[in-house]
């Protein structure tokens, strides 16, 4: 007897079930981004318009991987709602529709970017078991007529294996997860010591935090922003990391770890920021970072002067095209090993990512960097200009207002900071002005920076003057005199423009 369609859907959940915890077991053995669920997101991405893919960063932000999972899985569920349904009619496509899910696995793991070989295996692992749970769930139930339910389908048997495929599903999940961990790099990482720069970076001056409600000038690792296409975070080994480079050059170099942190190292403050980043957005972060310079590395391999773009592949195959007179025009592009006095953070490109002051993300910050060709960007498209992003478009002037936040309520009279952030990395910026209701532009005071590659905070005191609404904007002037572009702008392709306005209301005391 066929078992009705509420039981086959509960038997095709738990086989999706132990087929997700298997692949996640196999995956703690081969790698991480060998994950069923990994390489379908990593699929997912890559097929995804750049459209939904701005949207999702301006909705979820530095959280949209895990808004992907999530989707993933409750995509998973429904699929084994229609497994489990067919399931029902007939248990030979239940288990078909197991082993396609199956096959999608195998054919995202082996086409992702990065892939390796051994990638499909936890995919393979995962369709088998889940069919064969499936199958053996269907076998158990199907022979064991109970006089009290005339589908045929003994609860008791259902319960009692559906208890160990279950609690296999958890447990298999969880321990594989947790094995992946134990995988990564941690130790690794927190072993090392960083070696002592021959240039270090300045000393911030006194002020250079106003402490008025701005962020922090020191972004902590932990709260740096992060924006990539990277689901399962590359695990690279610094004892066995290499960086070949290659291309448009007199003759081709290949360093190791200990040869990069051998040489002559620079230490500087440096703002990184989203081409993503709408206005007010918060997709840009400061910290201190550590590395080699870029330049050096390339006039030893004799980079050829017709070789006007860079492209940098990461361990997980994403590739970002630099121009090169970006590096070769005296400011501190990097091959950075440290951050904030540590070493990289894994998430942030350990053991080595490359920096380039100036430019947006996606052209210049390669993460878990392998691989750098000197090439043309007429011959070369990288993976986000592919995608329809301007190929080389320098940071946008911008500015920014932390505090009062946006809907404030504030007292009449009452004297407040509007205090934020300003910034034009590799430009600098020179002033920055306040704009209340209609009123006229007025200086704010601006902290002192380090260098013209970080961000600057700026504070306006400001006394609420009547109830009612008031709209406060902001804008900046860099240092060569240009002003802040007002005309508002999406940041797809080169970056956002237009001014950052909040609304305050003014109360009434008493």
Not at 66 to 82: D, E, K, Q
Not at 168 to 178: I, M, N, P
Not at 359 to 364: A, D, E, I, K
Request: hydrophobic share 45%.
């Amino acid at each position: 007897m066929r078992p009705r369609p509420a039981v086959g859907v509960v038997v095709a959940l738990l086989a999706a079930g132990a087929a997700v915890a298997a692949g996640e077991l196999t995956a703690a053995v081969v790698r991480p981004a060998a994950s069923p669920i990994i390489a379908v997101g990593n699929r997912f991405i890559e097929f995804t318009p750049v459209a939904v893919k701005q949207w999702a960063i301006s909705v979820f932000g530095t959280n949209d991987k895990s808004a992907l999972l999530t989707g993933i899985y409750l995509s998973l569920v429904l699929f084994a709602v229609l497994v489990g349904l067919l399931a029902a009619r007939s248990p030979a496509l239940g288990v078909a529709g197991i082993a396609v899910l199956g096959a999608i696995g195998v054919y995202c793991a082996a086409t992702a970017p990065g892939h390796h070989s051994a990638d499909v295996i936890p995919s393979i692992v995962a369709g088998v078991v889940g069919a064969a749970t499936l199958a053996g769930l269907l076998w158990v139930i199907e022979p064991r007529a109970d006089p009290v339910d005339p589908s045929g389908v003994s609860r008791r048997h259902l319960l009692q294996a559906g208890s160990v495929v279950a609690g296999f599903a958890v447990l298999g999940t969880y321990l594989g997860r947790s094995w992946q961990h134990e995988r990564n790099l941690t130790r690794a990482r927190n072993a090392l010591t960083l070696p002592t720069p021959a240039s270090p970076a300045p000393p911030l001056a006194s002020g250079t935090d106003l402490g008025k409600g701005a962020v922090p000038f020191v972004t902590p690792n932990a709260k740096f922003y992060r924006v990539d296409t990277a689901l399962a975070v590359p695990e690279v080994d610094p004892k066995t990391w290499t960086l070949q480079v290659h291309g448009r050059v007199d003759r081709e170099v290949t360093l190791t770890y200990s040869q990069l942190v051998a040489r002559p190292l620079i230490e500087r403050w440096i703002t990184l920021c989203c081409v993503s980043n709408e206005v007010g957005g918060d997709l840009i972060s400061n910290a201190r970072f550590l590395g080699a310079r870029l330049a050096d590395v390339l006039r030893e391999a004799g980079i050829h002067a017709d070789a006007d773009q860079l492209v940098a592949t990461s361990a997980d195959g994403m590739t970002i095209g630099t121009p090169t007179a970006a590096v070769l025009d005296g400011r501190d592009a990097m091959l950075a090993i440290g951050m904030n006095g540590q070493p990289l953070p894994l998430n942030h490109g350990f053991p080595v990512r490359m920096i380039v002051p100036g430019l947006y993300g996606y052209v210049s910050a390669c993460k878990w960097i392998v691989d750098l060709e000197a090439t043309t960007f007429a011959d070369t498209d990288a993976y986000w200009v592919a995608r329809g992003y301007a190929a080389h478009p320098p940071i946008v002037l911008s500015s920014r207002i932390d505090t009062p936040k946006s809907t404030a309520r504030l007292p009449v009279g009452q004297s407040i900071a509007i205090a934020g952030i300003a910034w034009d990395q590799h430009v600098g910026v020179s002033a920055v002005q306040v704009r209340i209701d209609d009123g006229a532009w007025q200086d704010a005071r601006l902290a002192p920076v380090p260098s013209i590659d970080t961000w600057r905070q700026w504070v306006f005191p400001w006394t609420v003057p009547s109830p009612g609404a008031h709209r406060i904007a902001v804008r900046a002037v860099a240092a060569d005199g240009t002003k802040q572009d007002e005309v508002a702008r999406d940041s797809y392709p080169a970056g956002a423009t237009g001014l950052h306005q909040i609304t305050v209301t003014g109360r009434a005391s008493g």
